[in-house]
């Protein structure tokens, strides 16, 4: 049987759903799944851990390991791999996981492949699915190492209801502190808006917004939806929007259940930050756009127009 090792992905103390997601599929796969949970203060996070389908519940928790280090970080996943005997180690698409991946996959001498979209168990044989040029191919890749460290891009799995753990937990030693690289503060945007990678659903501004009054009339409807606020490069160079919120090739890579596309074009580049989300709907007013090759819903119109009607129709649905 397969051994499966997901590095929990914990923000500010909470635990994302992208640790259920990647529980489930060890799970779906026939594999055995542990966890290892790293940071301060995480006694609360265990039965949450086990809840999501994890066996075995590898803990690191250490005032010293509150702010990510890539270096310590990497020796813990290294001994809960080596504990359990881990065949595939798998990291959420992020910062830390991006980070840490290679240092882990080094340290093992195992096989690293990012953003992978599946894992298909042959037997032995490990094969990995990932996304190439930007989304234009997929990639079906053969893994000829004992080993597999992979950072799953967002939204490939979904987590399953109904799914349970046991708890079992394996205290690890603190590791060394890295003294090449120590994180001293994390400074955040701290503006309290949705993070696009939590969200549920979605809303992108694009050049069809035109202005900063375009990009507040879209905006409010990102906050009736309680929408995480997107863009497309254009109004990011166009200096209207901060550059954490491009969604695309050189921006973020978003999967969420609902994508609004406001008076964009569909670039590639920015179909490869969105085109894995559920449901994809577009509001533009050139019927040719290349934005409605990808998306289930179209609405050929003026955002100017379009939006507020949106707008008003939600309010009397909610009320
Ligand atoms: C290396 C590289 C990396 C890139 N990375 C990214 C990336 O990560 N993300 C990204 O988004 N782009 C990226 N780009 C840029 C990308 O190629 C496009 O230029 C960009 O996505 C266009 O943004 P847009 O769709 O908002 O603007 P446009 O292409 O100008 O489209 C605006 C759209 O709005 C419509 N419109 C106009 N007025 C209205 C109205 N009143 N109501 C409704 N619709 C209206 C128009 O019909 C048009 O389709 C990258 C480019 C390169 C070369």
Known sequence: ??????????????????????????????????????????????????????????????????????????????????????????????ESGKAASPRVAAQLGAACATEITDVILNGDQVEIIRPAIANKVKQRVKINAERLVAVVRAGAFEATEGISGTENVVRLATPAADVKAVIKELISDATGEIDLADADIVISVGRGAKDQTGVDLIRALADDLGAGFGSSRAMVDGGFMAHNKQ?????????????????????????????????????????????????????????????????EEIKKIRS
């Open 1 to 94: 049987m397969a051994k499966v090792l997901v590095i929990a992905d914990i923000k500010q103390g909470a635990l994302k759903g992208s640790t259920a997601e990647l529980l489930s599929k060890a799970k779906a796969i026939g594999a055995e799944a542990a966890v290892v949970a790293i940071g301060s203060n995480l006694e609360a996070l265990i039965p949450e851990l086990a809840n999501a389908g994890s066996d075995t519940q590898y803990i690191a928790d250490d005032p010293g390991l509150e702010l990510f280090s890539a270096g310590p970080y990497a020796s813990c996943v290294v001994d809960a791999a080596n504990q359990f005997g881990a065949d595939l180690i798998w990291f959420s698409f992020s």
């Open 247 to 311: 969604v695309g090739q050189t921006g973020k890579i978003v999967a969420p259940t609902l994508y609004m596309a406001m008076g964009i074009s569909g670039a590639i580049q920015h179909l490869a930050g969105m085109n894995g989300s559920k449901v994809i709907l577009a509001v533009n007013k050139d019927p040719e756009a290349p934005i409605f090759n990808v998306a289930d819903y179209g609405i050929v119109g003026d955002l100017f127009e379009v939006v507020p009607l949106l707008r």
